[in-house]
Nanobody, 126 residues
Framework: QVQLVESGGGSVQAGGSLSLSCAAS????????MGWFRQAPGKEREAVAT????????YYADSVKGRVTISQDSAKNTLYLQMNSLKPEDTAMYYC???????????????????WGQGTQVTVSS
């Protein structure tokens, strides 16, 4: 059973930064998407940033481009999300997830993922 455990959420003021981490017990697929998603109350879950292995191609939502960086340390089975210049609209529960993919074309779609972490709350105050 693959487990994903997020950490690093918290409360910050607008303009601040947070770094999220997601530790995986293992990667179940040699070719896979790993991503950060978020869900605010009353809204659908959306992709924030994703990364595909092999190759490392990334996807960023338009709302976070230039403010967020996704990265991974394969040796540590850990996924990271560095978030800068945070805005109140970034407030949400953040989840990491992984799913097998032969091509990585659909890494931005939540439905493509079958393993999810429990989530970590990010709150940005104005």
């Amino acid at each position: 059973q693959v487990q994903l455990v997020e950490s690093g959420g918290g409360s910050v003021q607008a303009g601040g930064s947070l770094s999220l981490s997601c530790a995986a017990s293992r990667y179940p697929y040699s070719r896979h998407c790993m991503g950060w998603f978020r869900q605010a109350p009353g809204k659908e879950r959306e992709a924030v940033a994703t990364i595909y292995t092999p190759g490392g191609s990334t996807y960023y939502a338009d709302s976070v481009k230039g403010r967020v960086t996704i990265s991974q340390d394969s040796a540590k089975n850990t996924l990271y999300l560095q978030m800068n210049s945070l805005k109140p609209e970034d407030t949400a529960m953040y989840y990491c997830a992984t799913g097998g993919s032969l091509s990585g074309v659909y890494c931005d779609l939540p439905g493509w993922y079958n393993v999810w972490g429990q989530g970590t709350q990010v709150t940005v105050s104005s």
